[in-house]
């Protein structure tokens, strides 16, 4: 059980560090992909099939801190879990407050879908 319980604090570790990479700076890159990528198609520097590359780059950001939020959550779980506190992880989970990148409305506002 020892065993178990210290390889689950090492993937807390591990799940924490990358939410909180996707957090502080993978949204932010996310986010000036997706605005100079639509100011660059506007002005004609880029073309449609370089704007969609880039913003696939920027939903790819966003899937990932996604996929980091689901793995430090179910850390969570397992920590307690493991210690017997199996209705306590409510309080540590992380809850994604920012909508997914939408690039459904960026289409629509743009080429009036």
């Known amino acids: ?8 604090i090492n993937d807390f570790y591990k799940a924490k560090n990358s939410l ?4 502080s ?6 986010d000036t992909i997706t605005r100079i ?10 073309g449609y099939v370089e ?10 950001i966003h899937l990932q801190r996604t996929n980091a939020v689901n793995d430090y959550n179910q850390t969570i779980i397992m920590l307690n879990y493991v210690q017997g ?4 992880y409510e309080r540590n989970i992380y ?5 997914v990148f939408d690039i459904t409305s960026i289409m629509r506002t743009k080429y009036k879908i």
């Open 95 to 99: 809850i994604v407050n920012k909508p």
């Open 37 to 46: 990528s639509q100011i660059s198609y506007e002005k004609g520097e880029i």
């Open 1 to 8: 059980m020892q065993k178990q319980y210290q390889t689950y």
């Open 51 to 60: 704007y969609i590359q880039n913003l696939k780059t920027a939903v790819e």
């Open 25 to 30: 700076n993978g949204i932010t890159q996310a």
């Open 85 to 88: 506190n199996k209705s306590d």
């Open 20 to 23: 909180d990479y996707y957090t």
